[in-house]
């Protein structure tokens, strides 16, 4: 058992993480103020797998469930559902002490995130992440959103949980390709925060996870408390949390190119850091073999580690054009200098495609 | 010119009230992050009086207003606006640093307030209150909200302005009626907080409120400073601010049993204060007169002080119980021992139903 410690404005809230089962040390208080009723929110795959084991160990702890499913995928990431959510949570005779348990992947823990966020101005929220990607990442740092036609996570809030309780064991009947897609977000960690991560990421099989516990479990620990520090230090993304964006500026303008649906998050943030680490070497400061070392691991681990054919890169610019994080008529990419080292490139425009064109 | 600050969490932020002009004195440099680039969100009626005149002045102060605007009226308080407002962001190529300026009452005020805490998860955001009763209550405090069918609010979040600028002038084209809802809400704040508003508040013309310019310059100021001082002690509704809910519990209860196109939020408040008050001289807890006292000043006004006939007790007990205030099977009622002095009272559905019969 791991036990992680994050802090959010005044307040802080725990990761716990354990390999054996959902256990989750002492129960905030503040999860019992509606009389032990919590409001759980799920996918109907995560339902299939794991709502019975799950709410059988809330009810162990006290808890119980009142149950609402949303389709899997992205599709279910809209306003539209933040306003059902609501309706079903007032029809079960939720009130403004009543809990929210997100259960499930990014898309569950931002959109049921978010209810939590706006519903009567705010109800306590607990995440139990159920894939890779939300137990290394998108489960940590109080992001939650939804996406409008125009991009991902226009609307969202800043909605800190309670604590976030992290059971490797849901990872058992996740998919290799959605295993994959944790694996390359924590890639990322090894070069921007926590090199080890690197050898530990690749060392562990998509196709079967949990055949290497101990990896696993540490690789996820490692993650969790590297996104725990830099969103500790940076709540709001003033400056630090900037470095989690590394592979994603191209991640997220790739993403938009292609489609939600043609390319995973992590495929597109593999690709990212591979254009943003070819970048970085070729402005001069790149230690010399990085670019070789990231591509090995992708190969290894399965992960795409170039532009797909039919992708332009002027398609690629004028898509990173919309995306939400440039706010002036430049770029901010980050580089890498070392492994665990990162650095701050501008770029404009057509600065930005020049250097694609010559590093690809 | 007066000055009050706020405080929210680990910040704070003026209200600046002139008589003479909209004047903000420093400009919060926040506002010029995205080049003096604003988005201004208002209603249909307030742009027809307000918005030349009051754009001119924000681009004295360097600021460049691009224009939204709204069908005046409650109904504007509903989900799909904000995702309305946020997509005509977008188009007019808003980013996560261009700030929003609500200028407008309490719709306006609720609504702009909302997107801004989630455009993007979170823009900086300025009130420019128009109505009496926003000057005095609404924009002050950082709640946003809309309403879902189910009832009003229900959707919402904190979300602090940079800075709240209340110019007087604005109350020359507010209709009588609107006057009287804001006079009713600065009665509130009379007895729960500041006994002399009741005079300031009981002195002024409904149809001619710039006629007496001192009086309401010091009745906005001074309810401005109690709603201040109280959120400022109590930013998430945990302890002190309960008291502002002194003729709410029973006056939503009426607006929701009567419909919202029947009776303004002001003149509910006035019946609810007229109620609840009177529950408080029956419980033995409060000094005499105080019930004819109010009476009194609700006459002056022109405001309502009993319940219509077509309004039974029990349907407003019913309406009660929908409260969104209302977390268990209990009622929280602010009760007034004094002017200026309240006190917590507690009633099962049933003894309200009693206690009302009993006291009406």
Redesign the interface.
């Known amino acids: 058992m791991k036990r992680i410690r994050v802090r959010a ?2 307040q802080n809230y725990p990761i716990v993480i354990h390999s054996n089962q959902l256990r989750v040390g002492r129960i905030p208080k503040q999860l019992h103020t ?1 009389g032990g009723r919590v409001i759980l929110i799920t996918d109907k795959t995560v339902a299939k797998f794991h709502l019975k084991s799950t709410t059988d160990r809330l009810e162990k702890m006290g808890l119980r469930a009142e149950v609402i499913t949303v389709r899997p995928g992205e599709r279910s990431k809209r ?2 559902m ?2 059902r959510l ?2 079903e949570m ?1 029809a079960k005779g939720a ?3 009543t809990p929210v348990v997100a259960l499930g992947g990014g898309v569950v823990g931002d959109l049921a995130g978010l209810v939590a ?6 109800v306590p929220l607990v995440h139990i992440p159920t894939t890779l990607l939300a137990q290394v990442d998108s489960s940590i740092g109080g ?1 939650t ?1 939804v996406d ?4 991902k ?6 909605w800190p949980p309670l604590a976030v309780w992290t059971w490797l064991g849901y990872l058992k009947t996740l998919p290799p390709r959605r295993v994959r897609e944790g694996l390359s977000e924590a890639l990322k960690y090894g070069y921007i925060y926590d090199p080890p991560v690197l050898e530990l990421a690749t060392g562990i099989d998509p196709r079967n996870p949990l055949a290497t516990p101990d990896a696993l479990g540490a690789m996820v620990e490692r993650c969790a408390a590297a996104k725990a520090e830099i969103v500790s230090r940076d709540e ?1 993304e003033g400056g630090l949390r900037e470095i989690l964006n590394f592979g994603h500026t191209l991640g997220h303008a790739l993403e938009r190119v292609m489609g939600y649906h043609q390319i995973t998050h992590g495929e597109a943030v593999a690709i990212g850091m591979m254009l943003e680490l070819k970048l970085s070497r070729n402005s001069g400061h790149t230690e010399p073999g990085i670019v070789e070392d990231l591509k090995e691991r992708l190969v290894k681990l399965g992960l795409p580690h170039h532009l797909p054919d039919n992708v332009t890169i002027q398609e690629l610019v004028d898509a990173a054009r919309h995306d ?1 994080k ?2 002036r008529n430049d770029f901010r990419i980050i580089g890498i200098r070392d492994v665990g080292k990162t650095e701050i490139m501008n770029f404009t425009a057509a600065e930005l495609s020049r250097a694609l064109s010559a590093s690809i």
Chains 1, 2 share one sequence.
């Open positions: 404005g005044n509606d306003p539209g933040v306003v609501a309706q007032l009130n403004r002490k966020s706006l519903f009567m101005r705010g992001k959103g409008l036609p125009e991009g996570n226009l609307l969202g809030t800043f709001r939400k440039k706010t």
